[in-house]
């Protein structure tokens, strides 16, 4: 299976969860962007299994889960085959924010549960979402799930309703403080004026302020709906 695919198939997976970011194998991924905000954070790793230890794996794999299970902020995770009889495997854990997956990632009992597998399968990608990025996406269907479901994504107007309550307040005092700092600013062409504006906020709204907003959301945005 070519690299290409197997990416698209992390990113897939990554769907039913609201950033990434890779890392080359065998290094950890930092959690300097996350740990600004209490986002959950999911990881998606790919991993390339040995055909004929495909048990060994599963129970491998099933162990690592009973220990996170005993980790303060885990949420749950899943894992699927990128098809019928490959050696790609994609697996995915969460948790409820950034500081609390370093501590499960830097633990000495994850460390000694990695050197167990270490002969049973090869770290290819490895990929971490945080924020909003994802909600627009259709929900993948998740393989062999163990702990909590992951959450689904929002409706869309609760999306909306989230990306308007950080983008307002944001917005306003940009504008506000440009005006009083430049005031020739207002006499600029318009599309000068929102182009400055977009790409000033952009990175804000995407690094800082969706990813807090999101995170003090969380429960009304996953909420469940109302049955009829």
Do not use: C
Not at 158 to 174: D, H, T, Y
């Amino acid at each position: 299976m070519d690299g290409g695919h197997v990416a698209r198939r992390i990113r897939m997976l990554g769907r039913t969860v609201p950033g990434v970011r890779v890392t080359a194998p065998g290094r950890r991924p930092s959690t300097k962007t996350a740990a600004m905000s209490s986002a959950p954070v999911t990881v998606a790793i790919h991993r390339v299994v040995s055909p004929d230890r495909m048990p060994e794996v599963t129970a491998w794999v099933q162990s690592g889960v009973r220990l996170a299970n005993r980790w303060d902020g885990f949420l749950g995770s899943g894992w699927i085959r990128a098809a019928e009889g490959s050696a790609d495997w994609i697996m995915l854990y969460r948790f409820a924010d950034a500081e609390r997956l370093e501590a499960w990632e830097g633990s000495a009992e994850r460390q000694r549960w990695l050197a167990e597998g270490a002969d049973l399968v090869e770290d290819r990608r490895v990929e971490r979402r945080t924020g909003i990025e994802g909600w627009f996406d259709p929900p993948v269907r998740q393989d062999e799930p163990t702990g909590p479901p992951l959450l689904s994504a929002p409706p869309r107007w609760k999306q909306s309703v989230a990306i308007w309550l950080g983008f307002f307040p944001v917005n306003l005092a940009f504008t506000a403080l440009v005006g009083w700092l430049l005031p020739a600013f207002a006499g600029l062409p318009v599309v000068l004026r929102v182009l400055a504006s977009t790409l000033v906020l952009t990175p804000i709204m995407s690094f800082w302020v969706l990813p807090w907003v999101t995170g003090r959301l969380s429960g009304w945005l996953h909420a469940p709906g109302r049955r009829g």
